[in-house]
């Protein structure tokens, strides 16, 4: 039985007719009338929860991923392919699972729960994996493609005080990518505690 669920109703695909002030996506090239500033590449992490290990036991290699539940963003196209860098060459693994969604905070749910392997961006999931409620895999094969963050902005707003202040604070908080284990803001972050 599969189970593809919808959280989130719309997707404006052009802001600068939106009531929002600023807004942000991830990916590729944006085609709008929209002006991009972009705030950090970020990249995937493979990773599961250990009770979902424990139950089907740990991936050595990609391969091993088309015998485990994984769970995948209904709204991405490809997100069911995950890449790998295996002695310098791109593989690329079909998963499959019974569950996909299209909010990325309720596949991380299901994750720590148990319910299957997790590809989901580094920021999404860092808090859990530091949290020790998912486990990494497959670290030293996982393809290291990065995918940017943009904030977007009507043309002419993005001379606003309140846009700029909020983009110099998306720069400062997101920017240093503090999530990132060994990362300084990290760090400063943890000494503070």
């Known amino acids: 039985m599969k189970c593809p669920t919808r959280v989130r109703g719309r997707w404006c695909r052009d802001n600068s007719r939106a009531a929002a002030t600023a807004a942000s996506r991830k990916g ?59 002695g310098g060459e791109l593989m690329q693994v079909d998963v499959k699972g019974r569950v996909s969604a299209d909010s990325a905070d309720m596949l991380l749910r299901l994750a720590i729960e148990g319910a299957g392997i997790l590809r989901l961006s580094e920021h999404v999931v860092a808090d859990a994996i530091q949290k020790e409620w998912l486990e990494p895999l497959l670290q030293d094969v996982q393809d290291p493609e990065k995918y940017p963050l943009w904030a977007l902005f009507p ?39």
Do not use: M
């Open 28 to 86: 590729g090239p944006i085609v709008s009338a929209l002006v991009a500033r972009k705030i950090i590449d970020l990249t995937r992490v493979v990773c599961a929860s250990p009770s979902y290990l424990a139950r089907h036991g740990r991936p050595v290699r990609p391969a091993d991923l088309v015998h485990h539940s994984c769970l995948t963003l209904s709204r991405n196209p490809g997100s069911a392919t995950w890449p790998f860098r295996v």
């Open 155 to 193: 043309s002419g707003r993005h001379q606003a005080p309140k846009v700029k202040a909020f983009l110099d604070f998306l720069i400062e908080r997101l920017g240093s990518a503090p999530w990132r284990i060994g990362s300084a803001a990290n760090h400063s972050r943890k000494s503070r505690r």
